[in-house]
């Protein structure tokens, strides 16, 4: 059984371009999270979906940022107009159902605006 | 709202040593108190969790106990490897929150040979 995978691994953008991030929960998995972790700080919480839904979009940046978990397909974290602030580490989890207890992680995808 | 902080790293350290990495939270209620540990170049994995107070976790030698009185979850193991050397990210999550995670900003661990 596959792991959470998340691609690209890194992703280089220059600023006002859209960069769009791809996560594939492990089989079975309906939930997903996306955190995200600026330099020398701690992950931060952005969105929960299940499939089709957008459950909590709480620490979501109210522009630019949007989130999406198609029926078919992973998950897209779609940043427009990229800005150097938004150089970071994107993680994406998944769970068989809503809770903590069984969350697995990707390896993240490292964005840098240029 | 809810918060960890956690112990700044690097840590280094020679192998077979003690290692403690500690972690205090806030947080009303009571939350469920995790570590989660971060190899190079993976994901985040679930380390230990403990539930409730005076609850103890452990994992691969590891160990965590939930102090409410203190608002404590100190990571401890008594003889490092190489192998321990990662970043290891303390969290609390409660339902009142949505299950989401708060996580500390993580401590970067190097056991030397």
């Known amino acids: 059984n596959a792991g959470v995978m998340q691609n690209p691994r890194h992703l280089v953008r220059r600023r006002g371009q859209e960069a769009r991030l791809r996560c594939s929960p492990m089989k079975g998995h309906s939930h997903v999270y996306w955190y995200r972790q600026l330099p020398e700080e701690g992950l931060k919480f952005m969105v929960y979906?299940?499939?089709?839904?957008?459950?909590?979009e709480s620490g979501m940046p109210k522009e630019r940022f949007s989130a999406e978990f198609p029926k078919e397909g992973p998950s897209i974290l779609r940043i427009q107009q990229v800005v150097r602030g938004d150089s970071a580490a994107y993680f994406c989890a998944s769970s068989p159902i809503a809770t903590n207890e069984k969350l697995f992680f990707g390896s993240g995808t490292q964005l840098s605006v240029l | 709202g809810n918060s960890v902080t956690q112990m700044e790293g690097p840590v280094t350290l020679s192998e077979e040593a003690f290692l403690t990495i500690n972690c205090t939270y806030t947080?009303?209620?009571?939350?469920?108190l995790f570590w989660y540990v971060q190899y190079p170049g993976e994901g985040l994995q679930l380390l230990l969790k403990a539930t409730k107070a005076d609850d103890k976790g452990s994992n691969k030698g590891f160990e965590a106990t939930y102090r409410k009185e203190t608002t404590s979850f100190h990571l401890e193991k008594g003889s490092v490897q190489v192998s321990d050397s990662a970043v290891y990210f303390c969290?609390?999550?409660?339902?009142?929150?949505?299950?989401?995670?708060?996580f500390g900003g993580g401590t970067r661990v190097l056991v030397k040979p």
């Open positions: 979906l299940q499939k089709e839904n957008i459950i909590d």
């Open positions: 947080a009303t209620g009571y939350p469920s």
């Open positions: 969290a609390l999550t409660q339902r009142a929150a949505g299950n989401k995670l708060t």
